[in-house]
C-alpha cells in the first residue's frame, strides 16, 4: 500500500481532518502519521488484497502488538516506533470516538520508550568558526551566498526549526527591534529575538541578495531560491552541509543548531522557561533534555580540567 491507498481511503480522509482542523497539528505530522497507518495496512492486508479500510476496521490488539514487534525486528529506531505507536493510539481512539471502529483495538497498546539519546551540539568555537565561514564567503555578493549565511545566523540566533525558517515573511520580520514572528506546530505563533549579528547578516541579504532574485510571483517570503521563489527546507539543509564543509566542523543537520541554541542559552544562564518560549515547546519536559545536554559537557569540560577529576 502507498500514498494513494492513503488518499483513496475514507477513514484516513477523515482522520486526516481530525489532524489537521480539530487538534492543529502539523503538515509533516499529519503525514508522519497517515505514512503509518498505510505502513499498518499494508502489514496486516498487501497479500489479502483487502481494502485499508476493511483491514483498519478489522485491527486487533494482537495485530497492532505483532506489527511493532516485526519493525523492531527489522531494527526500526525506537524513535520511529513510538511515533507509530502514537499514531495508532491516535487514529483508533478517534476512530472509537466517532462510532468508526469500535472497540478501540489500541486501548490497551503499550508506549514504546524513544530513544534517549542526546541531541547533537555544536560548541561554542564551532559555531563561531561556521559562522565567520558564512560571512565570509558572503563577501563576493552572491545572493545565495547571503542569503545561506543570514539562513544559518538566523537558525543559531532564534532557535528555529528549518521549516519555520523557510515560512517566515518580510511582514514577520522587525529589524529595528530585532524580533522575528515564527509560526510553529499547530499553526502556533512566537515572538523570538535575535542579535546584531544576524540583524547584520539579514540586512546585507534584503539589501544586496533578495533584489537580485526577485522575480515575478516572488510574494513576500523572506529568503528566496535561484529561481525567486521561496526557499524551500532542502536548499537550507544543503547550504548548512555546504558550510559545515567549508568550515571543517563535523557536518551536521539545521535541526542541529536549535540544539546548539538551546544548549547554550541554558549553559549560559538562560532558565527552562525562557528557552522553552523560544523554542516553541508544548511541553516544559521537551525541553528539559537540554540541561542533560549542559550537564554533559560541563562534566566533560571538568574531567578535560580538574587536576583531581
Known amino acids: 500500500m502507498t500514498s494513494t491507498d492513503a488518499a483513496a481511503s475514507e477513514l484516513l480522509a477523515a482522520f486526516e481532518g481530525h489532524l489537521r482542523h480539530e487538534r492543529g497539528l502539523s503538515g509533516n ?11 499498518l495496512g499494508a502489514h496486516l492486508g498487501a497479500e489479502r488484497g483487502e481494502s485499508l ?11 497492532l502488538r505483532a506489527w511493532l514487534a516485526a519493525m523492531d525486528g527489522d531494527g526500526l529506531s525506537r524513535t ?3 511515533r507509530r505507536g502514537a499514531a495508532a493510539r491516535a487514529f483508533f481512539a478517534w476512530a472509537s470516538d466517532t462510532g468508526r471502529i469500535v472497540p478501540n483495538p489500541a ?3 503499550a508506549s514504546a520508550r524513544p530513544a534517549t539519546t542526546l541531541p547533537t551540539v555544536l560548541s561554542t568555537s564551532e559555531v563561531e568558526t561556521l559562522l565567520d565561514v558564512a560571512r565570509t564567503r558572503a563577501d563576493d555578493g552572491d545572493p545565495i551566498h547571503l542569503r545561506d549565511w543570514a539562513a544559518v545566523e538566523l537558525l543559531y540566533a532564534t532557535g528555529m526549526r528549518v521549516g519555520e525558517l523557510a515560512g517566515v515573511d518580510l511582514r514577520h520580520l522587525d529589524l529595528d527591534e530585532r524580533l522575528v514572528r515564527v509560526v510553529g506546530k499547530g499553526d502556533k505563533e512566537r515572538v523570538v529575538p535575535f542579535g546584531v549579528p544576524a540583524a547584520a547578516a539579514t540586512t546585507a541579504w534584503l539589501e544586496r541578495g533578495r533584489p537580485a ?6 510574494g513576500s517570503a523572506l529568503l528566496l531560491g535561484r529561481r525567486g521563489q521561496r526557499v524551500d527546507q532542502r536548499q537550507v539543509r544543503e547550504a548548512v552541509h555546504e558550510l559545515c564543509r567549508l568550515a571543517d566542523v563535523d557536518e551536521v543537520a539545521p535541526h542541529a543548531l536549535r540544539h546548539t541554541a538551546a544548549t547554550h542559552l541554558l549553559t549560559g544562564g538562560s532558565d527552562l522557561r525562557s528557552v522553552q518560549e523560544v523554542l516553541g515547546h508544548a511541553s516544559l519536559a521537551t525541553t528539559q533534555r537540554y540541561t542533560h545536554v ?3 559537557r560541563l562534566r566533560a569540560a571538568y574531567h578535560l580540567a580538574h587536576p583531581r577529576a
Open 80 to 82: 520511529t516506533l513510538a
Open 29 to 39: 505530522t499529519v503525514r508522519a502519521y497517515l505514512g503509518d497507518l498505510v505502513n
Open 294 to 296: 549542559s550537564a554533559e
Open 53 to 63: 479500510d476493511a483491514v483498519l476496521a478489522a485491527v486487533a490488539l494482537a495485530d
Open 107 to 109: 486501548l490497551r497498546l
Open 213 to 218: 532574485l526577485v522575480s515575478e510571483g516572488t
